[in-house]
């Protein structure tokens, strides 16, 4: 999809219009996050590079893109940990890294690497940092929801990559914060787990926490996510609800796919839709018709199949899925 095409919407004008019709009923989808114009540098070389990003109370926002597209940069910068070289960060109305003092209470972090002590157990790991909060959620509930009590005396050094991931978001999220940072909160987790915290971030929505998180799981942030932005060589290049941004410029579903026998002939396909139409073939036999589908695409696909006298396996209509919209943002290139 080319960009132009990408339902962007421009975060900073989404925020303005959110703040003009706030609830009057208190906080939900209030901006919570609000950053502009980003800049990040690293031995000169923007990482970040005029980023724009909105997050907002009882809503997750899912930040996805390549490797190295510049995401952890971001939601360091939104938690105090790095400060920006250019532009401005808002989280809660402050800065975080001037004003950290007053966020701390307010703002739960996962880091990637979990970021945890490694020689504490940990439930008392848990036990601890709920201590430093003056309402925390009861601890054994949490250790319950996220399955702790397993290795509840282990220490965290000794965890495995999927028991110290709940660890770390049990930590985060302790303290009632009213803003999480989730930096690939499931990975490595086991489906289980997963679920777990899918649960568990869906509660926090409810009770109007503004959730941040990265990934690389598509279906985690189709799932989940609010809002996604996406994000290549450190800027936002699209924008929008998981609807807005798989549904392409048209009204109907986006793609007809087909389940056949491979290298069929494209050309007489190409040649009875419009030009605006993509055609390929992913896997071996399995193509992809993209445009804004009815019934006449439709037809011409049934009428190239028979053309070719091929009986597909099958010929589904769909939305596309947030994976073909991201690679057809970000490209199949490896970073
Ligand atoms: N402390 C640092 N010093 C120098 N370069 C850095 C530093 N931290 C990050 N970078 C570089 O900045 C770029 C963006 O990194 P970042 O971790 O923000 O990417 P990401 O989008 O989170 O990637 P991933 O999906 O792999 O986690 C990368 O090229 C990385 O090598």
Redesign the pocket.
């Known amino acids: 999809m080319p960009l132009s095409d990408a339902p962007a919407i421009d975060p900073a004008q989404a925020a303005t219009a959110s703040a003009a019709t706030a609830s009057p009923a208190g906080a939900d989808h209030e901006v919570a996050v609000q950053v502009r114009g980003l800049v990040k540098r690293?031995?000169g070389r923007a990482?970040v590079d005029g980023l724009d990003l909105v997050a907002r109370r009882g809503a997750v926002t899912a930040v996805l893109?390549p490797?190295?597209?510049?995401?952890?940069?971001t939601i360091e910068c939104c938690e105090g940990l790095r400060s920006p070289d250019g532009g401005t960060v808002r989280v809660l109305g402050h800065d975080p890294v001037s004003e950290a003092r007053a966020l701390r209470p307010r703002v739960g972090v996962m880091l990637?690497d979990g970021g945890l002590p490694t020689g504490v157990r940990a439930l008392e790991l848990l036990r601890h940092v709920a201590a430093m909060y003056a309402a925390p959620r009861p601890v054994d509930e949490l250790a319950e929801r996220l399955g702790l009590h397993g290795f509840a005396r282990t220490t965290v050094r000794r965890l495995s990559g999927g028991q110290r991931q709940r660890v770390a978001l049990a930590a985060a999220v302790v303290g009632r914060p009213d803003v999480v940072f989730l930096d690939e909160p499931s990975a490595g987790m086991d489906p289980q787990s997963r679920r777990a915290v899918w649960d568990l971030v869906r509660e926090l929505r409810a009770d109007g926490v503004a959730i941040v998180l990265?990934t690389?799981l598509m279906d985690e942030a189709a799932d989940l996510a609010d809002h996604v932005h996406v994000v290549d060589h450190g800027s936002v290049i699209a924008s929008g609800s998981v609807r807005e941004l798989t549904s392409g410029s048209g009204a109907g579903p986006g793609s007809i796919r087909v389940e056949a026998t491979p290298d069929l002939d494209l050309t007489p396909l190409r040649a009875a839709l419009p030009g605006s139409w993509v055609v390929g073939e992913g896997e071996a036999g399995v193509y992809t018709v993209t445009g804004d589908v009815d019934p006449a695409a439709v037809a011409a696909v049934t009428a190239w199949l028979a053309g070719q006298n091929v009986l597909a396996r099958s010929v589904t209509t769909g939305s596309r899925t947030l994976e073909d919209v991201f690679l057809d943002l970000t490209g199949r290139h490896l970073r």
């Not at 490797?67 to 940069?73: E, I, V």
Request: no cysteine; glycine share 22%.
């Open positions: 690293y031995d990482v893109g490797n190295g597209a510049g995401k952890t940069t990637q990265t690389h």
